[in-house]
């Protein structure tokens, strides 16, 4: 029997292009990259079977344009549309255009998008089912709403975009006399960010951590979840390492939050790959949801190397119709993860971007490393996107045996031309506080980047 699809639109760039194009030539479908002007020169335009220019280098004029992707779609004969992450992975007008023209969306519905997507609706959803959300507000309308919010929430709180994500729209306030400039500042960053300026409250819980569960769900009802991963270790709500197992997730907390993350998609019929986002407090031993993101994820590679799943293999499966091919019971949680997401970035001066030509490009090798990864000599570091470069995946038998696996991979580099994060990356993995698996969400900003600085 033929694949039910045979050529997919890769509606995105730099690696998650190139990882996507890979799943399809392992199930022999054909792909078209999708690129904007500065990208026709990119791995994945090198790598795809065909390459469709789709505008100017700004993405709002290619990759954020929904009628221009289904045009390239149609115009290459492509039946179907993978959107990665980021760009229009999460706007439900893009699968609706789909279903219009005939097109299938490798990814959720627009219901599950539009559902997700709106934090107070999730909220509210989620509480109904009866798991713990954090402590806050519905929508404020106006500064008076939100003290009242505030005060019934606790001090410290968190100013949060309804339609955010990404950290946009997003303040912490730990006293009142700070509330309205940061109220007044978050919703104009909402506004800016995503075109709407509702926020809403929660409770600031500082010693904190970021627990995801990954979950898949098919078109006949069958959900299934690949365990967590912890993505604490982030600097302005942008994660930079992520792991699986959690070192602080007992098996009692494990099957918890798993239970939980499969009665949340069950609830909606999720389809296709999903993250259920949890905030952990480390000092009340409690969880409470915190949102769903209705797409693959950047740190899905961890979620691969432990439970040996191709994610970006079962979406496909799933959006051309056929279940899930494993079952819950199939899925074993084996060894440890960690992955370290290389920026061209410059940490001494304030992770400034550093756009420009790459001289030298050699990638570390190994049975436990793994590199995603669109770059090569030559290749040109745009400054119209997200500066990463690659994501750096290292497994052990223990934990500190993938911390050393991962020393060893970040010390393999051999990258010259565009300044990077390896360096900041290395000095995390030798802390001792990193090593013992002590830190929280804040602690990069909080106690690491002071640290960094006092190095020389």
């Given at each position: 029997?033929?694949?039910?699809?045979?050529?997919?639109?890769v509606a995105?760039?730099?690696?998650?292009a190139?990882?996507?194009i890979?799943a399809?030539?392992?199930?022999?479908?054909?792909s078209?990259a999708?690129?904007s002007?500065?990208?026709?020169?990119?791995?994945?335009?090198?790598?795809?079977?065909?390459?469709?220019?789709?505008?100017?280098?700004?993405p709002?004029?290619s990759?954020?344009?929904?009628?221009t992707?289904?045009s390239?779609?149609?115009?290459?004969?492509?039946d179907a549309i993978?959107?990665?992450?980021?760009f229009?992975a999460?706007?439900?007008?893009?699968?609706?255009?789909?279903e219009k023209?005939?097109?299938i969306f490798?990814?959720?519905?627009a219901?599950?998008i539009r559902?997700?997507?709106?934090?107070?609706f999730?909220?509210?959803?989620?509480?109904?089912?009866?798991?713990p959300?954090?402590p806050?507000s519905e929508?404020v309308?106006?500064e008076?709403e939100a003290?009242?919010?505030?005060?019934k929430?606790?001090y410290?709180?968190?100013?949060?975009a309804?339609a955010g994500g990404g950290?946009r729209?997003m303040?912490i306030v730990?006293?009142a006399?700070d509330l309205k400039a940061?109220?007044h500042?978050?919703?104009?960053e909402?506004?800016?960010?995503?075109?709407?300026d509702?926020i809403?409250?929660e409770?600031?819980?500082?010693d904190a951590r970021?627990?995801?569960?990954?979950?898949?769900?098919?078109?006949?009802g069958?959900?299934a979840?690949l365990?967590?991963?912890d993505?604490?270790?982030?600097?302005?709500y942008?994660?930079?390492?992520?792991?699986s197992?959690?070192?602080?997730?007992?098996?009692?907390?494990?099957?918890?939050m798993?239970?939980?993350?499969?009665?949340?998609a069950?609830?909606?019929g999720?389809?296709s790959?999903?993250?259920?986002?949890?905030?952990?407090?480390q000092k009340?031993q409690s969880f409470y949801?915190l949102?769903?993101?209705?797409?693959?994820q950047?740190?899905h590679?961890?979620t691969?190397?432990?439970?040996?799943?191709d994610?970006v293999q079962?979406?496909?499966?799933?959006a051309a119709?056929l279940p899930?091919?494993?079952?819950?019971?199939?899925?074993i949680?084996?060894?440890?993860a960690i992955?370290?997401?290389?920026?061209?970035e410059?940490?001494?001066?304030?992770?400034r971007?550093?756009?420009?030509k790459?001289?030298?490009?050699e990638?570390?090798?190994?049975?436990?490393?793994?590199?995603?990864?669109?770059?090569?000599?030559?290749?040109?570091v745009?400054?119209?996107?997200d500066?990463?470069?690659a994501?750096?995946i290292?497994?052990?038998?223990?934990r500190a045996?993938?911390?050393?696996?991962m020393q060893?991979a970040?010390a393999g580099f051999r990258?010259s031309?565009v300044?990077?994060t390896?360096?900041f990356?290395?000095?995390?993995?030798?802390?001792d506080?990193?090593q013992?698996g002590?830190?929280?969400?804040s602690?990069?900003e909080d106690t690491?980047?002071?640290?960094?600085g006092?190095?020389?």
């Open positions: 029997m033929n694949f039910p699809i045979s050529r997919v639109l995105n760039r730099s690696e998650i190139v990882r996507i890979r399809c030539q392992e199930l022999r479908i054909e078209v999708a690129v002007e500065v990208d026709r020169q990119s791995m994945s335009a090198k790598m795809a079977d065909r390459v469709v220019c789709i505008g100017p280098a700004q709002i004029r990759y954020l344009k929904v009628d992707i289904i390239a779609a149609l115009g290459t004969g492509c993978h959107p990665g992450y980021g229009l999460e706007q439900p007008e893009l699968p609706e255009a789909c023209y005939g097109l490798i990814g959720p519905n219901e599950n559902s997700m997507g709106d934090k107070l999730a909220r509210r959803m989620v509480a109904a089912l009866g798991i959300v954090i806050g929508l309308r106006d008076s003290k009242k919010a505030a005060v929430a606790g410290p709180i968190l100013l949060k309804a950290g729209g303040k730990k006293r006399k940061a109220f500042e978050a919703a104009a909402a506004r800016s960010a995503f075109g709407d509702r809403y409250i409770h600031y819980i500082p970021h627990i995801e569960v990954q979950i898949l769900g098919d078109r006949f069958n959900i979840h365990f967590e991963r993505c604490s270790l982030q600097r302005r942008q994660k930079m390492v992520e792991e197992p959690s070192p602080v997730v007992t098996d009692e907390l494990r099957n918890q798993c239970r939980a993350a499969l009665l949340i069950g609830n909606i999720y389809l790959a999903g993250t259920v986002e949890f905030i952990f407090d009340e949801f949102e769903m993101n209705t797409r693959i950047v740190e590679p961890v691969e190397m432990i439970t040996g799943i994610l079962e979406q496909i499966r799933i119709g899930i091919s494993f079952s819950q019971d199939d899925v949680h084996s060894g440890h992955e370290c997401r290389i920026n061209a410059l940490p001494d001066s304030d992770f971007p550093c756009p420009g790459i001289i030298e490009w990638a570390p090798r190994g049975d436990n490393i793994r590199i995603d990864t669109h770059c090569y000599p030559g290749y040109v745009q400054p119209y996107y500066s990463l470069l994501k750096t290292a497994t052990g038998r223990t045996q993938a911390i050393e696996n060893q970040l990258v031309g300044d990077t390896i360096g990356h290395q000095f995390i993995l030798q802390n506080d990193y013992r002590y830190f929280n969400t602690w990069i690491l980047l002071e640290k960094y006092q190095r020389i």
